[in-house]
């Protein structure tokens, strides 16, 4: 079982240490400082449109040209965002928070600890 | 008129042709299961794939699984119906996957093995824990199958033509026993391939219609909401919100209750977090939502102009009128566009998705039971990954019975507050619990179970005192509660969704058994836990075959 049971002391040891190095505190400061006010920016942007379909019926029935409503331009608008924060994140993950997380697994010799599958 | 004709008779199109596409999906599935099913020895290639699936085939299966025939039936005849209210779900539904994305997924990935009991039992103690994740994993499962299950009766009944009761239970029990064989024999590979299967049918389908429904209207999407306009009684109402949910301030916090259970419901489904045990690392699993997201988000606009495209050339008085009701608007538009032959493609797809989507849930439940209460329970860890599997199994047959049975008994019934309801768990329950154990470094085991019975058993109470279980009445003075005799009215809570009030009680209850409680967090757990959640050291690799 690798959740559940006592590791070994130093494999303990192993992880408390890197958990204290400056260098995991640095990467996870930068996972939640990019993670968290980006969940908060797309929940607040969604609350507001839900709270506006729910209170502001003639603003969002309002009729910005032909048919098409700003209930309909706004709604289109969250699949828009929907998109953009998944591909900004993917590419924050894939240049900038991959590599530091590769380069401080092999740093500190953590890669092949445990893990895969007993057979 | 073919489409009048086709509303008034009690089925639309040929059942003869709707069979033949069924036969022909289910006898290609099963192929593909039974040849899928070869490497099924180890716990990891029963419950997870080998997690030997590319970030794209996982998404592609993720959509699958979660496009389920409430979102193609059920978004398509709400817009149908009652207008832009029904395109607020879709909404909820697709932003909903930005929490998996970003807080969720790759975490997830990196931390536990099969289930979501993996995680939260981590660095706690692991027999409570696992237990109560255990049982909100059921509870989920259940509600969310037993609408599945209770849908296909309904469903099979337009498309084939079936009417009668018995019938219709004879339909159920095919569809649980074929799903039980996909679960039996194909485990999470031979489930995995059916969704995929699945989900490129009713992408493509969709697709294919939307272009014929906007190519009627000269590609012009404002001439399609003129003809939506034009066909119903509510005229240029159908363009805004309301028509649903603005009644009156009850209904519109309700609606705000649904936004809110929906957006954080997604990321707290168990058998959504299951499938990103299926790939081989964190950044597969990224890649699996970033897939899933483009393909639900891409069909979700399909079924906007599909929607809104069945009021224009079907109209909302035909929708309503055909045995399927709401439900209908899709089938019935495939049938004006494309005749009996596109009818029966589209009824194919749906009653594959019903199929998949079962199949998934049992899945989950199965590895739930055997992995968390079996196995690390009652067995406390010591059974090896073959007895596993095999109680597994027999939990999968079990399930299957139930399904059937509850299915049979719910056919008719108003469901769709299950699926309501499983969300709601989902996020009261659930995402507290991963969110804390994930980035709250004091929460500890008292906390995790506040949160977790609570959630359920606030979002659970709430549910059976609420409209939807007795006391609603439509205009007509017609029942429209689960409990259709209307003397009997014991509901005191007002909204149909409960997740405005469980979901911050699970949140509360979370932190306040935390603070309550002397036990202090395991440090080095914890520690272990954030460098391999975050540098994915220690993770579980891909089974090699």
């Not at chain 2, 192929?31 to 899928?36: H, Q």
């Not at chain 2, 199965?366 to 027999?394: C, L, M, P, Q, W």
């Amino acid at each position: 079982m690798s959740s559940g049971s006592e590791l070994p002391a130093d494999a303990a040891q192993g992880y408390l240490r890197v958990e204290q190095s400056p260098e995991f505190k640095d990467l996870r400061s930068r996972f939640r400082r990019f993670v968290f006010p980006m969940t908060a920016v797309f929940l607040i942007w969604y609350f507001a449109y839900v709270l506006l379909g729910a209170y502001a019926h003639d603003f969002m029935a309002h009729k910005l040209f032909g048919n098409i409503t700003v209930g309909l331009v706004l709604g289109l608008l969250q699949f828009v965002s929907t998109f953009a924060i998944t591909m900004i994140y993917v590419r924050w993950a894939n240049r900038v928070f991959d590599p530091a997380a590769e380069k401080l697994a092999a740093s500190v010799g953590l890669t092949e600890h445990e893990g895969g599958e007993q057979r | 008129m073919n489409a009048l004709a086709a509303a008034e008779s009690t089925k639309v199109g040929n059942s003869t042709v709707n069979i033949l596409i069924f036969a022909a999906f289910v006898l290609v599935t099963l192929a593909i299961v039974i040849r899928a099913s070869r490497n099924n020895s180890t716990a990891a290639d029963y419950y997870a794939g080998g997690r030997a699936f590319t970030g794209r085939q996982n998404g592609i299966a993720i959509s699958g699984d979660y496009l389920s025939a409430a979102s193609f039936l059920g978004i398509a005849g709400a817009i149908a119906v009652n207008g832009y209210d029904g395109f607020l779900y879709s909404i909820g539904f697709l932003v909903a996957w930005l929490v998996a994305l970003l807080l969720v997924a790759e975490l997830l990935r990196n931390t536990g093995r099969f289930t979501m009991a993996d995680v939260l039992s981590f660095r706690l103690r692991q027999r409570p824990v696992r237990t109560a994740a255990a049982v909100s994993t059921l509870a989920v499962s259940f509600f969310y199958l037993l609408a599945q299950m209770a849908g296909a009766g309904g469903l099979v009944a337009l498309l084939l033509g079936i009417d009668g009761k018995a019938a219709q239970s004879v339909v159920i029990a095919v569809v649980g026993v074929i799903m039980v064989f996909y679960v039996l024999v194909g485990g999470m590979k031979g489930t995995t391939w059916v969704q995929i299967v699945k989900a490129a049918l009713l992408i493509v389908g969709a697709a294919a219609m939307t272009v014929w429904v906007l190519g009627k209207y000269g590609m012009n999407m404002s001439d399609l909401l003129q003809g939506a306009v034009d066909n119903s009684k509510s005229g240029t109402d159908v363009l805004g919100p309301g028509l649903q949910y603005g009644k009156d301030s009850t209904t519109k916090l309700d609606f705000v209750s649904l936004g809110l259970a929906l957006v954080l419901g997604t990321a707290g489904l168990p058998h959504v977090l299951m499938r990103f045990y299926t790939v081989p690392s964190a950044k597969e699993a990224r890649n699996s939502v970033v897939w899933a997201i483009w393909l639900i988000g891409i069909f979700y606009l399909f079924t906007l102009v599909l929607g809104y495209g069945a009021a224009a050339l079907v109209g909302p008085d035909k929708i309503l009128a055909a045995p399927g009701k709401v439900n209908s608007a899709a089938p019935l538009l495939a049938y004006e566009l494309g005749g009996e032959v596109l009818l029966g493609v589209i009824s194919a797809v749906a009653f594959a998705t019903i199929l998949a989507v079962v199949a998934g849930l049992t899945i989950t439940a199965s590895a739930s039971f055997a992995h968390d209460i079996y196995a690390n329970v009652i067995k406390k860890g010591t059974v090896d990954s073959a007895g596993e599997v095999r109680v597994a199994r027999i939990t999968a047959l079990v399930i299957g019975v139930i399904a059937i049975v509850g299915g049979i008994f719910a056919n008719g019934q108003n469901v769709a507050f299950l699926v309501a309801l499983a969300f709601a768990i989902a996020a009261s329950a659930n995402l507290p619990t991963i969110l804390y154990s994930l980035f709250w470094r004091r929460f500890n085991t008292r906390g995790a179970l506040w949160s977790m019975y609570g959630g359920l058993g606030c979002a659970l109470i709430l549910i059976i005192f609420s409209p939807v279980v007795s006391g609603k009445v439509d205009k007509a003075g017609k029942a429209t509660s689960m409990i259709t005799d209307t003397s009997i009215d014991f509901h005191w809570f007002p909204l149909d969704n409960p997740g405005i009030v469980s979901i911050p009680v699970g949140f509360f209850l979370g932190w306040l058994g935390t603070v309550t409680s002397k036990e202090k967090s395991d440090d080095a757990k914890f520690a272990e836990m954030e460098v391999r959640s975050l540098t994915g050291a220690g993770a579980e690799k891909a089974v090699e075959h």
